[in-house]
């Protein structure tokens, strides 16, 4: 994923971007970068590897390297951004959130008269580079967005810093993910996140629509292009990888939360699987919540049975070697005896992808003296890998645990029955629940259902993309 944060103003806003920008670190772990407009000096870019780091070490002097009255930056999983460009449409900095599956179609279809880019390892294009270059095709940002959206296959948000000082911003055009806009006495931003700007003292002013461009400047904003009606945001925005404080579509994270945790243990009292527990847990970070939930509704206590220790490896995927993040995880996770040994615990984790942490996790805690584990997952078994952002992205799909299962009961037969092995009522799904227990060695497993999820974010379904669950995008 990535997050990206900008503020145009009357002001040198380098300290606030830099603060706004940090507050997107949950969201991506690779990279992070600014760019800024001064009236003397023009144009700044400065990038940096933050795998190793936090974003706020690498940029802590930044304030001594650049100045601006117009600032945009932004946190990325995937390519060094943002990036400073030379076109017909004058000289800019861009920044994108998404993902194009298309690089190479598009290149050969559209850029192929000439159009050079900065190889990455393997040959990659940067994709915001790859945006910019389909945006400067047309006569006008407006055009060359909507352009650019309208063929690529996946998703892009874009904010683009002008060398006047204002910036564009336009959300993509099914609003996967959100675009919000605040403002203050001195000027106006726009965030992914809104904390993050709530948080400087701005004032929330609204989210833009699915495909809605608009410029801003320290005057006010200027609608560019009106949004669509059709939108299909991201469901694990709020059940997974949304940071608890944050809102989206007017509802919070951290209550969906507990609504979803709520609404699953209802339907355990209701088919009578109120289970002989001592303690309720949440997989840290994001099982904590929908875990306090289903502890509010059953009326059993909620416990931290182990501790995430997050000082110095924030994110157990950080190092680049498997058998680094393997050891990393393994290191973070320190016990609470007392209320591991001999204690019968259900744990609730957002989601369950590939399962390999979570197989470490089950054994970390039988080592400890665990008598016995039940798992809960706050969403559905996950079938697809997403095409349209960086998250539950695989190599191919068969690295998620729920299509390994399923492959190793029925084999490719098992595939034509997707949907029947999602569904926990019917034979299939039982059958792939009891495998993935056996696999796992939990006393009991239980996924929330895709209706139960929407249900607790309380948007309309036909409002949501629901696609790594039942392909429904």
Not at 52 to 77: A, L
Not at 78 to 85: A, E, K, N, T, V
Not at 176 to 195: H, M, T, W
Not at 394 to 407: C, V, W
Request: aromatic letters at 10%.
């Amino acid at each position: 994923m990535g997050g990206f944060f900008g503020i145009t103003s009357k002001q040198d806003c380098m300290v606030e971007v830099f603060f706004g920008v940090d507050y997107h670190s949950h969201l991506g772990i690779r990279r992070g970068g600014m760019a800024a407009y001064d009236k003397e000096i023009g144009l700044q870019r400065k990038i940096h590897n933050i795998e190793n780091s936090p974003f706020r070490t690498k940029f802590e002097n930044i304030f001594d390297e650049m100045h601006g009255t117009s600032v945009i930056g932004c946190i990325s999983d995937s390519d060094p951004q943002p990036m400073l460009i030379r076109s017909r449409l004058g000289t800019f900095a861009i920044s994108t959130i998404g993902v194009v599956n298309n690089a190479n179609a598009l290149i050969d279809t559209y850029l192929s008269n000439g159009a050079h880019f900065d190889a990455m390892t393997g040959g990659k294009v940067n994709s915001t580079e790859l945006v910019a270059a389909l945006i400067g095709l047309k006569n006008s940002f407006v055009e060359g967005i909507q352009f650019a959206q309208s063929v690529i296959d996946g998703t892009a948000n874009i904010m683009i810093l002008k060398d006047d000082g204002n910036i564009v911003v336009a959300r993509d055009r099914y609003g996967r993910i959100p675009v919000q806009l605040g403002k203050n006495e001195d000027g106006y931003c726009a965030s992914f996140e809104r904390f993050a700007y709530t948080k400087l003292g701005f004032e929330h002013i609204r989210e833009l629509g699915p495909g809605e461009i608009v410029e801003l400047s320290p005057e006010g904003i200027t609608q560019l292009a009106e949004p669509g009606k059709e939108m299909h945001m991201c469901a694990f925005l709020w059940s997974y990888y949304g940071y608890p404080a944050s809102t989206y579509e007017d509802i919070n994270v951290e209550a969906m939360r507990y609504r979803n945790g709520a609404a699953i243990a209802e339907r355990d009292m209701q088919q009578g699987r109120t289970m002989d527990i001592d303690y309720v847990g949440g997989v840290p970070d994001s099982g904590t919540p929908h875990a306090i939930g289903y502890a509010n509704r059953t009326g059993k206590p909620f416990a931290r049975a182990f501790i995430k220790y997050t000082p110095t490896w924030a994110r157990s995927f950080t190092p680049a070697k498997q058998s680094d993040r393997k050891k990393i995880a393994k290191m973070k996770q320190i016990p609470v005896h007392e209320l591991i040994t001999d204690k019968k615990l259900l744990f609730v984790d957002d989601s369950i992808v590939r399962g390999t942490q979570l197989r470490e996790t089950v054994e970390f805690l039988y080592n400890n003296g665990a008598k016995a584990v039940h798992m809960r997952s706050a969403c559905p078994p996950i079938m697809y890998g997403c095409k349209y952002l960086n998250f539950t992205r695989a190599t191919n799909d068969i690295e998620l645990i729920s299509r390994q299962t399923i492959l190793e009961l029925e084999g490719e037969e098992g595939l034509k029955h997707i949907q029947e092995y999602a569904d926990g009522n019917s034979e299939r799904g039982k059958k792939m629940r009891r495998a993935i227990c056996e696999k796992f060695k939990f006393d009991s497993l239980g996924f929330q259902t895709a209706e139960g999820v929407v249900n607790a974010i309380g948007l309309e379904p036909c409002k949501l993309c629901t696609y790594c669950w039942n392909g429904r995008g």
